[in-house]
Nanobody
Framework: QVQLVESGGGLAQPGGSLTLSCATSTLINFNSYMRWYRQVPGKERDLVAA????????FYADSVKGRFTISRDALKNTGYLQMKNLTPEDTAVYYCTLEQGGSEAWGQGTRVTVSS
């Protein structure tokens, strides 16, 4: 069973930055995808960004393009979501997922709060 551990959430000021990490002890296959979602209470989870583990092709939601960067370190089995120029609208619980072998595993989530 794949276990994902997110870290890096916290409080940031508007205009600030945070970098989230998503680590697993499972060897990640090169045909896998890692995704970051976020959820605000009372709303659905929204896909924020995704990366293909082999070719590192990426996807970003329009709301974060130009501000967020998704990346991965294959040697560390870890993915990252670098978030810059944060706004209060980025406040949410962020979840990473790993789609591998026909299933998608979810992390426990890490809270990001953007407030002055």
């Amino acid at each position: 069973q794949v276990q994902l551990v997110e870290s890096g959430g916290g409080l940031a000021q508007p205009g600030g930055s945070l970098t989230l990490s998503c680590a697993t002890s499972t060897l990640i296959n090169f045909n896998s995808y890692m995704r970051w979602y976020r959820q605000v209470p009372g709303k659905e989870r929204d896909l924020v960004a995704a990366i293909q583990w082999f070719d590192q092709s990426t996807f970003y939601a329009d709301s974060v393009k130009g501000r967020f960067t998704i990346s991965r370190d294959a040697l560390k089995n870890t993915g990252y979501l670098q978030m810059k120029n944060l706004t209060p609208e980025d406040t949410a619980v962020y979840y990473c997922t790993l789609e591998q072998g026909g299933s998608e595993a979810w992390g426990q989530g890490t809270r990001v709060t953007v407030s002055s």
